[in-house]
C-alpha cells in the first residue's frame, strides 16, 4: 500500500482520516471506522477477538491479499504433513496459537476482497474508489 | 529497593510487531527484553518436500517489504547447491535488483517511519504542505521511493516478490527506453538524496555504545551480493562456513532466534556496511557525501539512519552507471542437472546479513533448510542499547518520555519483525529460563529441553 501512495498521497492526504495504522503513526484511535482494511490471516486468539472488535466498528471490512482471503502462505501449517506438524506442535502450543490459522471471512463478514501476493494496486484502486464513492451515498 | 518497568506494547512505525519490556531496581537496568510478538508461519519447515524451483518464490512471501532480498538470498542458495555459475549480465541485473529494493525500502523507513520523530509530528502524511521545508521532504520521499520502484519493476518485475529473476538468471530483460526513463528519474531524485543525507547528518539523536560490526563485502565495488562476511575487527569468513561464527541464542520470550559473535552482540545493516566499507562506494557517492562520511566509521547508531540515506545516494550512482553503459540482450537461463547437495547464499538484505542454506535430494527435492534473518542478529544488540539508554535516562525524565525514546532507538535499526519471526531455531534450556516470561505467549512455555529447526 506504501507503494501505491507514491502516486496518491496527495489525495489521500486530503480524503483519509487514517485513524488507526501502527506502520505509519503512534497516536491510534479505535474508535469507528469507515473502511477497515486487514491484512494477514489469524494465527491466535487474541487476533480473532481483534478482528470481531474491528467488524463491529467499521462500515466495511475489506480482506487484502492472499494471506486474508485464502489463508494462504501465512496459515501453511494446515497443510502439512503430520510428520511436519509434530515437528512444529510444540511452538504451536508455546506461543498459544490457533490449532489450524483463520483466513478473515472464517471469522468476520467481509464486503471487499483485494487478492494477490502482492495485492494488485490497479484493483485495490478500483475498490477503495469504490466503497468511497458508496460511502458517500 | 525502588523498581521501575517500563512496558511498550506494539511499537509503532517498524515493520510488523513487537514489544519492550525493561525492568530498572535502584536507578540500574536489570533486564530488557526485546519479544517479537508475529505468530510464526514455519516457512522452512515448509520448504521441506517442495522443489528447488519452488523454493525463492516461497522463501519470498517471508516479508514482503524485503522480500526482493529473500529472493536473491534464496536464488544464490540453490545455484550453489546445484553448483551453477550465471553471466556477468546476470549479475548485473541482480545489482540493479538489490539498488532498486535499497532505495525503496531506506526511504520509506528514513521519511515515513524516523522522520517524524525528527519534527515532532505523529505521521508523515501529517507534516505541514505549507511548510516549504515539510512540503519538499514529503515530495521527495514519495520522489524516492517511486523512483526505487520503478528500477525494482523494469529489471525484476516487481518491487515486491520479484518475477523476473529465477535460478540461473532472468525472465526478462529491461529495454532500452524503459532504461532510459529510469536513469532520468534516478536523475530527478538524486537532489532529493542530497537533501535527505543533510537532514540525517544534523539529527539531533545521537547514542553511543561500542559494540561489533559485520556485513558481506563484495570483491568489487560496495554492494550486497558476493564476496566475504568481514567483521569491523577485520575478521573475515566465507560464505561456506555458513552461520558456523554466529552463536545462537534462545530467546524464550520472543518468536524470533537471536544471535551474539564471540559472546557479544553485534550490529548488521547499513551502519554495519558503511563502518567496513565506505571506501569502496561509488566516486560520486564519495564526492557528494563527504561530509557525512567523515563521521563514519561510528558506533552511534543513530548514524545508521544516515549510514540508510548515504546507501540511497550509492544504489542511485551505480544504477545510473550500470543502466547508462549496459544494452542488455535477452540470453538462456543457466541451468545444470539436479544433485544432492547443500547450498548457501549469504547476502546483505536491507537490514543486514541474510543466510539462506537449502538441503537437497537428488531429485531438486527439498529435505532441510534455514534462513537466519537480520533482525534477529541484531535483537541482543537492541536490548543491550536499550539497557544503556535507560540507564542514561531514568534519573532525568519521566516513564512516558523514556518509553519514546526506546522506541525512536528500536526504530533507528530499522527492525522487520515479519522477517524475524518465522524461521526460530529453538534451542531453549529450562535452567535459564528463570526469570519472568515477558509476554502472556511466553508463560506457556513448558519446561524442557529441545533443538529442532522448523
Redesign the interface.
Known amino acids: 500500500m506504501t507503494e501505491v501512495m507514491n502516486d496518491h498521497w496527495q489525495e489521500w492526504k486530503e480524503l483519509f482520516d487514517f485513524r488507526h495504522a501502527r506502520v505509519m503513526k503512534s497516536n491510534n484511535v479505535m474508535d469507528s471506522f469507515d473502511i477497515a482494511f486487514i491484512e494477514g490471516a489469524m494465527a491466535g486468539p487474541e487476533q480473532v477477538e481483534k478482528l470481531k472488535d474491528i467488524r463491529s466498528r467499521s462500515k466495511k471490512l475489506v480482506a487484502v491479499g492472499s494471506c486474508a482471503i485464502v489463508g494462504m502462505p501465512a496459515g501453511q501449517r494446515n497443510a502439512f504433513t503430520q510428520e511436519q506438524k509434530d515437528s512444529i506442535d510444540y511452538l504451536v502450543t508455546r506461543f498459544g496459537a490457533l490449532p489450524e490459522v483463520k483466513k478473515v471471512s472464517d471469522v468476520v463478514k467481509v464486503d471487499a476482497e483485494i487478492p494477490g501476493c502482492p495485492m494488485d494496486p490497479k484493483v485495490f484502486l478500483e475498490k477503495v474508489n469504490g466503497l468511497v464513492a458508496e460511502l458517500r451515498g | 529497593m525502588h523498581k521501575v518497568n517500563l512496558k511498550l506494547e506494539?511499537i509503532?512505525?517498524?515493520?510488523g510487531?513487537a514489544s519492550m519490556d525493561v525492568t530498572v531496581e535502584d536507578g540500574k537496568t536489570t533486564d530488557v527484553k526485546f519479544a517479537i510478538i508475529e505468530?510464526?508461519?514455519?516457512?522452512t519447515?515448509?520448504m521441506?518436500?517442495k522443489s528447488i524451483a519452488a523454493i525463492p518464490a516461497?522463501l519470498s512471501?517471508i516479508c514482503?517489504t524485503c522480500s526482493n532480498a529473500h529472493v536473491m538470498a534464496a536464488i544464490a542458495a540453490c545455484e550453489n547447491a546445484l553448483g551453477i555459475e550465471v553471466t556477468s549480465q546476470t549479475k548485473l541485473l541482480r545489482k540493479l535488483t538489490m539498488h532498486g529494493l535499497v532505495s525503496?525500502d531506506h526511504a520509506?523507513h528514513l521519511y515515513?517511519?524516523v522522520m517524524?520523530d525528527l519534527y515532532n509530528k505523529?505521521?508523515?502524511?501529517?507534516f505541514d504542505?505549507n511548510d516549504p521545508e515539510q512540503h519538499q521532504l514529503?515530495h521527495d520521499g514519495?520522489q524516492i521511493?517511486?523512483a526505487g520502484?520503478h528500477l525494482s519493476q523494469l529489471v525484476a518485475g516487481?518491487?515486491?516478490?520479484a518475477t523476473f529473476p529465477v535460478i540461473g538468471g532472468f525472465l526478462q530483460f529491461p529495454s532500452a527506453e524503459g532504461a532510459a526513463e529510469v536513469v532520468k528519474e534516478m536523475q530527478a531524485a538524486r537532489p532529493a538524496v542530497l537533501r535527505l543525507i543533510e537532514v540525517f547528518r544534523k539529527a539531533p539523536q545521537h547514542l553511543d555504545r561500542k559494540t561489533k560490526y559485520m556485513a558481506i563485502v563484495p570483491d568489487d565495488t560496495f554492494g550486497y551480493i558476493g564476496g566475504k562476511i568481514i567483521t569491523d575487527h577485520g575478521e573475515v569468513y566465507e560464505q561456506k562456513d555458513f552461520r558456523s561464527h554466529l552463536e545462537h541464542v534462545a530467546l524464550p520470550y520472543s518468536?524470533a532466534s537471536a544471535y551474539k559473535y564471540k559472546g557479544e552482540s553485534y550490529m548488521v545493516g547499513a551502519l554495519a556496511r558503511i563502518n567496513i566499507a565506505k571506501d569502496k562506494l561509488h566516486p560520486k557517492t564519495k564526492e557528494s557525501a563527504a561530509e557525512a562520511l567523515k563521521l563514519f566509521p561510528s558506533t552511534d547508531i543513530f548514524h545508521n539512519n544516515l549510514a540508510q540515506a548515504i546507501e540511497i545516494l550509492h544504489s542511485i550512482d551505480e544504477s545510473i552507471d550500470i543502466l547508462s553503459n549496459n544494452v542488455f540482450k535477452p540470453e538462456p537461463i543457466v541451468k545444470a542437472p539436479m544433485r544432492a547437495g547443500v547450498g548457501m547464499g549469504v547476502i546483505e538484505a536491507p537490514r543486514g546479513t541474510l543466510y539462506h542454506k537449502v538441503v537437497l535430494d537428488d531429485k531438486g527435492i527439498v529435505q532441510d533448510g534455514e534462513v537466519i534473518v537480520p533482525t534477529g542478529q541484531n535483537q541482543v544488540n537492541i536490548e543491550r542499547d536499550v539497557g544503556f539508554l535507560v540507564d542514561n535516562l531514568i534519573e532525568k525524565m519521566p516513564k512516558e518520555e523514556i518509553n519514546k525514546e526506546i522506541?525512536k532507538l528500536i526504530r533507528a535499526y530499522d527492525p522487520c519483525m515479519s522477517c524475524g519471526a518465522h524461521f526460530?531455531k529453538?534451542n531453549w534450556n529450562a535452567k535459564k529460563s528463570g526469570a519472568k516470561p515477558a509476554s502472556?505467549?511466553?508463560g506457556?512455555?513448558?519446561g524442557g529441553t529441545?533443538e529442532?529447526c522448523?
Request: with cysteine; aromatic share 12%; net charge positive.
Open positions: 506494539h509503532t512505525k517498524i515493520e510487531d505468530y510464526k508461519r514455519f516457512f519447515t515448509a521441506k518436500g516461497h512471501r514482503g525503496r520509506l515515513l517511519f517524524p505523529d505521521a508523515f502524511l501529517e504542505d514529503l514519495f521511493k517511486a520502484n516487481r518491487s515486491v516478490h518468536q522506541e526460530l529453538v502472556k505467549a511466553a506457556k512455555v513448558a529441545c529442532v522448523n
